[in-house]
């Protein structure tokens, strides 16, 4: 990261030196040919040494005294901005830009853009009230269809960071058609809205929302699953059954999120063969460590452990994990209690060590795109902050 940032000056301080080379040029062609040629300013060459003396502040500092604001230097000085917020002193990087827009001599677009750099300089201070305001202002008042774009992105962004799902919907609307993109989070955002409207004993409203936000996007598996559980609510539990089918196809990489809500349905509808055949089924799609195990304990309450041993060991020849050999070796230590053995094997008891310690606080699940793992579904990432990207992980040491 130190390196990255010393490269950015870099760049920057070659960028001032050019402007200041410009000017000062332009300041010798107007002069008398007698006068003698300007040079670069003490300044230039002070910032330039603190640079390679690796010591930014001050570099930033010096350079930003050094370059007069005028249409030939504004873009250093919102790189110069942009650097700031980067490091974390956004509020150096307001007092950049609020110095830039103080400027009358500034064209419209050129007024606009740094607007924009601004309302992210308060966003990245936390002073959303102040971003919102001039991001409001923008889109009232810009015709750049580009620059309207990006103010809507941001404001959407702050929206969404201030939870304000339904205002956020309403300046995103517009937009679905020309930037696909979006439908993702704002099918996310309708699944908030109809678990405020579960909160308030809204179910219609919520169950609207949930339709909704499938049709914005048709792999939204938080929409099926919580329409799911809505019909569990109702006592429709084949209905939950239907809708948790549907998951598979959408994203196969989260039926061991539907587990659970699967076996609570068949439960309550008192229909464990169903389970049974469901979970055959499921095991045929995709081999997953959650779908083997519950397979297994079916498997060993009805005919015994020594048959779910002989089964669960073949599925794991086919799709072995470390979450089904800890299984299997639960199933082996029973199998020596119930044959007699006052303590199971001392190999097994040391094997069952090891899986445990491996897995011991191991995540299960990770952003797909970003890499963030943890323990818990987040349907939004923490790190990245993008919807619907988190998802179990799999593998021999995962699902």
Not at 122 to 150: C, K, M, N, P, W
Not at 263 to 288: C, F, S, T, V
Not at 293 to 303: N, S
Not at 334 to 339: C, G, I, M, V
Request: net charge negative; proline share 4%; with cysteine.
């Amino acid at each position: 990261m130190h390196d990255v940032m010393l490269l950015g000056l870099l760049l920057v301080a070659i960028a001032i030196g050019f402007g200041l080379g410009i000017r000062y040029a332009a300041q010798h062609h107007r002069r008398a040919p007698t006068a003698p040629p300007s040079q670069l300013s003490r300044e230039y060459f002070v910032g330039l040494n603190y640079l390679l003396n690796e010591q930014p502040d001050e570099a930033i500092n010096t350079f930003i005294s050094a370059l007069d604001v005028n249409s030939d230097t504004v873009d250093t000085h919102i790189a110069l901005g942009k650097l700031f917020r980067t490091r974390g002193e956004a509020d150096k990087a307001v007092s950049i830009h609020q110095n830039l827009l103080a400027r009358p001599a500034l064209s419209h677009g050129t007024n606009e853009r740094i607007q924009l750099e601004l309302a992210r300089d308060f966003i990245a201070l936390g002073v959303h009230d102040r971003a919102q305001r001039l991001l409001h202002s923008l889109l009232e008042q810009s015709t750049d269809d580009d620059r309207r774009y990006a103010a809507k992105q941001l404001l959407v962004d702050l929206l969404e960071r201030e939870k304000e799902w339904q205002t956020a919907l309403e300046v995103i609307q517009p937009l679905l058609k020309q930037h696909p993109g979006m439908r993702r989070p704002a099918s996310h955002w309708l699944c908030e809205l109809a678990i405020e409207e579960i909160q308030q004993s809204s179910r219609a409203l919520a169950k609207k929302h949930l339709k909704k936000a499938l049709l914005l996007d048709e792999r939204c598996i938080r929409a099926t699953l919580l329409l799911a559980d809505l019909e569990m609510d109702n006592g429709h539990y084949g209905r939950a059954i239907e809708r948790l089918d549907h998951i598979p196809e959408q994203d196969a990489a989260h039926i061991p999120t539907m587990l659970p809500t699967l076996q609570r349905a068949y439960a309550r509808n008192d229909d464990i063969a169903g389970l049974e055949k469901h979970l055959y089924r499921l095991l045929g799609q995709a081999p997953y460590t959650s779908v083997i195990v519950t397979l297994g304990e079916l498997i060993h309450q009805r005919d015994g452990v020594d048959t779910a041993i002989e089964l669960t060991g073949n599925w794991l020849r086919d799709a072995p994990s470390l979450g089904g050999l800890d299984y299997l070796l639960d199933l082996y230590v029973e199998s020596q209690k119930l044959s007699g053995r006052t303590a199971p094997d001392t190999r097994l008891s040391l094997l069952k060590y090891h899986t445990d310690a491996l897995l011991k606080d191991r995540p299960r699940h990770q952003c797909r795109r970003c890499g963030f793992t943890s323990d818990a579904l987040a349907w939004q990432c923490p790190s990245c902050r993008r919807w619907g990207t988190t998802k179990p992980i799999t593998g021999v040491e995962g699902e």
